[in-house]
């Protein structure tokens, strides 16, 4: 039989906010020592009140209209209630019947054609502390509790079960953390832990429309470990109902070295939790006033900024596609074409040279260098890779430029400053031209099969010239000159 598989993801992002969800500890926790950022209220003490961080409210509305959905217009928080040693309180405050926002949509594109995962909800809620497991040798292991993340503002998005490969879930949590690093209400860093991600897959013969039982994966912390972990998890429910095994719907992680899956515990089903309403929090309401104001602070989108591109640059999907992937790198690029020394390029070429430079040669060193887009604005400001791509169309070949910026990543200096320590201009007048009447006296073989007919000896002899210039020479114009002086010769 023929099984197709159903995955959903519920993805949590922790909010850029200054503050914590229900009190005014630092939400900045990172890289501060543990349990450094705490109150009694993130502490879960007795007696304590949660206070709403308004601009956690607002994020969570931006990103539910962003996704197209509906934002509630009377949403209340519940409690959460499991065991657990990082949950300080012994329930989560988070959202069960009323979320910030339902029944939007986003687009993906696999394999050149579009498709559309819905999303159930938008909600808001906290974050909860971290545990750090130790297994010393030669004792009994055990966990430290840090709480520093206790109370981080966390907005979860829940998608439907319309996604059928692992691929389709990868390329969706892709398009989900840009949309919300273009909002500026989280960094999305899954390497980090602010964006997180839990999979639900199930199988279930082609053509039904049951869903199977389900299985929660967790414990993935990259895209590449998202769709390793489907792709496993597809593979083994494949086998195990071939053999006549029943899948439970259950919890398990995801062992990254060992590239499996493995069981946690029984799944939970939402009265597992024991809703309930949130006594010391009133229901909020959203006005439309709100939802307009808020709306009106949208940024461009990805989408937009990719059309923008195609129709302001004459950039090919492709290339704009690359480009907007991150607003980093999009922010580079437009920050580049403003300079005053890309103004000074041809016009024409300008919004290309630009794209083909950021997505070849600085892309190649960002990913060498395991960086990214800001760590190589920090040495190669826009302002300077516009006076390399200037250098490149006058004073230095292509192939000069590239080691260049190798250069400037390297040391932060600009072109033109590396070009003259090192004497990099090319060579061209009368030193090019001896040059060229040396290679010619010296490669006589290749010049008369040249004059015999053979095109290609010229392409030998450029090579001849660029290696005695050590590549300063310019191939255009070393080919143009030497065609000539061979004619004359």
Known sequence: MEYETVIGLETHAQLLTKSKMWCRCSADYASAPPNTHVCPVCLGLPGVLPTMNRQAVEFTIMTALALKCTPASYTKFDRKNYPYPDLMKGYQISQYDNPVGKGGYLEIEVDGNRKTIGITRVHLEEDVAKLVHRAPAFELPYSLVDVNRSGVPLMEVVSEPDMRSPEEARQYLMKLRTILQYLGVSTANMEEGSFRCDANISIRPVGTKEFGPKVEVKNMNSFKAVFRALEYEAKRQRQAVSTGERITQETRGWNDVRGETFPQRSKEYANDYRYFPEPDLPPLTISSTQVSEIKGKLPELPEARLIRYMRDYQLSLYDASLITASKGQADYYEEALKTETCQKLPADKRAKDVANWLLGEAARIINETNADIEDFREKVSP???????????????????????????????????????????????????????????????????????????????????????????????????????????
């Open 383 to 489: 302002e300077n890779l516009c006076g390399l791509i200037a250098a490149s169309r006058s004073t230095i070949n292509n192939l000069t430029a590239k080691i260049v910026l190798e250069e400037m990543y390297r040391s932060g200096k600009s072109a033109d400053t590396i070009i003259e320590e090192r004497g990099l201009g090319q060579i061209g007048g009368a030193e090019l031209d001896e040059i060229l009447s040396q290679v010619v006296v010296s490669n006589a073989r290749a010049v008369a099969d040249y004059k015999a007919g053979k095109e290609t000896a010229v392409k030998f002899l450029v090579g001849q010239v660029m290696r005695a210039t050590k590549g300063q020479a310019d191939p255009k114009l070393a080919t143009e000159l030497l065609v000539k002086k061979l004619k004359e010769s």
